[in-house]
């Protein structure tokens, strides 16, 4: 090889960038007088892979992309749809809950009033059966205290005429009877 050729070769090689040692190897992709073949080469592969991928593999994934999508769309929106219904169900659950409590405490309140009521007639009927129970009782009891002041109005007579008569010797068992009956109602004022 004359030295010129050499020159232009290191040169080249120096250029795009490759090891003169790779040269010298004799590798045949970096042989420059090879270089026009590997780009026709090149263009053929790029040109052959791009139709591949633009008439099979690009609409296979466009399509699997767009039903991907769709379905998508249908989960949202059929998500929203159950979540309206849900409110939909849950308001008119809230509804129904504050009818029922309103009824119930109606019912409650009339229970309540009855109970009241009712409650009220039980103490009159009791109030009214003790305050007769009461003047029943005190007139009970101011017969006995009648009968036992009586009593005590007989007693009393015979003490005195007892007592008068070891003192004085004889007394008038009317005369003193008069007198302690007397005595008896000045205690009573």
Known sequence: MPVSALRTSAWAAALIGLPAAAQAAGMPQFDITTFPSQ???????????????????LPRIGSTVEARERKIQADLD??????????????????????????????????????????????????TRL?????????????????????LTGMAAEIASAILGKLVGAADGAQVARAVDEAAKAGKR
């Open 39 to 57: 780009i026709f080469w090149l263009v053929v592969c790029f040109a052959v892979l791009y139709a591949i991928m633009a008439t099979l593999v």
């Open 131 to 151: 305050a007769a129970d009461i003047t029943a009782a005190e007139r009970r009891i101011g017969e006995q205290q009648n009968q036992a002041m009586a009593g």
């Open 78 to 127: 059929a998500a929203q749809q159950a979540n309206d219904a849900a409110r939909t169900t849950a308001a008119a659950q809230d509804k129904a809950l504050a009818e029922a409590r309103g009824r119930a405490e109606a019912v409650i309140r009339a229970a309540s009033d009855a109970a009241a009521a009712e409650t009220s007639a039980q103490m009159y009927t009791v109030g």
